[in-house]
């Protein structure tokens, strides 16, 4: 999951090398944060969030497939 993330920010941001993302595992769920650049947030939370929604869709719906609970937190 944490490289399905990677992927999809890289392609959405200008500054890839700012990308990072960080895996917490938990007994019942995984969070992966996603860091990006400042000037990177807009493209990746986009108009009302639509963005940001269609990502957590995307891994959480590829995590269902592992059978595995993930939620995405996109950090400042």
Do not use: C, F, P, Y
Not at 20 to 32: C, K, M
């Amino acid at each position: 999951m944490k490289e399905l993330l990677e992927l999809i920010a890289k392609n959405l941001v200008d500054d890839i090398d700012a990308v990072s993302v960080s895996e917490i595992t938990g007994e019942r769920s995984t969070i992966l944060e996603l860091k990006v650049a400042s000037d990177d947030m807009g493209k990746v939370i986009g108009k009302q969030g639509r963005i940001a929604k269609a990502i957590r869709t995307v891994v959480k719906a590829a995590a269902m497939h592992e059978d595995k609970h993930v939620v995405v937190e996109i950090m400042q």
